[in-house]
């Protein structure tokens, strides 16, 4: 049986994409992201799903670090519609809430039903884990912000549906194996992941991204990050659309590592539906 590892407890959202993406695998709920990639590595999961970006939050952080330190290989990726309930111990009324209790991107991401209850406000290590405290509290003044699943996972009642400010909250997950998956067929849609970091030349970004734009290749991400603690080198973590073998993808490359000390393919995988409908 393939075991799943992803970060969070039963019942949160990162939980619901592994069981979406692989419903007769045995899971394998993990404290951190980092945690979750050394299951892989270690052998003690066969994958691990894990949330990238948030179309309200942005870029999940810490992820884009420790990516390309793991020795992973992106096979796939999920989208996957972000919900939050209320929820409180049975019996529980908003107009008896206090104290409301989430992860920081979900408090984030209901600030519209936070402002109105005018409540306070307690940072969970996750979305699941905040609803298991208020079940353990068994305190009406305390509610949990969580995905619906985890309202019945945990016994408590659900006090408002969907609170979460954008109704097209969308969380985007990756999966990562030990292993790099076989190409996908020609004629479908493919994602390249990769990291690059440029040399210490003027211009050196905009010369690594020339390849890319004479050759008509679509970059749908480009984000960067400081190494270690000096300020002076970037990486570059880039998605595009196509494949390394495609002609113009590989002239793109071809000009990315002449201008870079390092570029390395993160992950060659299908593009997934959403992305295609948007």
Request: charged residues 20%; proline residues 6%; negative net charge.
């Amino acid at each position: 049986m393939t075991t799943v590892a992803y970060q969070g407890e039963p019942g949160s959202n990162s939980a619901t994409a592994a069981r979406d993406l692989y419903p007769a695998s045995a899971e394998l709920p993990c404290t951190g992201f980092e945690q979750a990639l050394d299951a892989v590595t270690l052998g003690d999961a066969d994958l691990a799903v894990i949330p990238v970006d948030n179309s309200a939050a942005g870029r999940v952080a810490d992820v884009h670090h420790l990516l390309p330190e793991s020795g992973l290989f992106i096979v796939a990726e999920y989208f996957l519609a972000i919900r939050f309930d209320l929820m409180g111990v049975p019996g529980a009324t908003m107009d008896r809430v206090e104290c409301v209790r989430s992860h920081l991107h979900a408090l984030g991401q209901c600030r519209k039903v936070l402002r109105e209850g005018g409540w306070r406000t307690l940072v969970s290590d996750d979305t699941a884990g905040a609803a298991r405290e208020v079940a353990e509290l068994g305190d009406p003044r305390h509610a949990a912000l969580a995905p619906p699943a985890a309202a019945a996972l945990y016994g408590l009642d659900v006090l408002r549906a969907e609170v979460e400010d954008d109704p097209d909250n969308t969380t985007r997950f990756v999966v990562l194996s030990r292993d790099a998956a076989p190409a996908p067929d020609a004629e479908v849609p493919t994602m390249t992941s990769l990291f690059f970091t440029v040399r210490n030349i003027p211009s050196a970004l905009y010369k690594t991204l020339g390849g890319f734009a004479s050759s008509g290749v679509n970059l749908t991400k480009i984000e960067s990050y400081q190494m270690g603690a000096g300020l002076g080198v970037s990486r570059f973590y880039v998605e595009i659309e196509g494949h390394p073998d495609d002609e113009r993808v590989a002239l793109a490359l071809d000009e990315l590592r002449y201008f870079s000390s390092e570029v390395r393919v993160l992950g060659v995988y299908p593009a997934h539906p959403h992305r295609l409908g948007n």
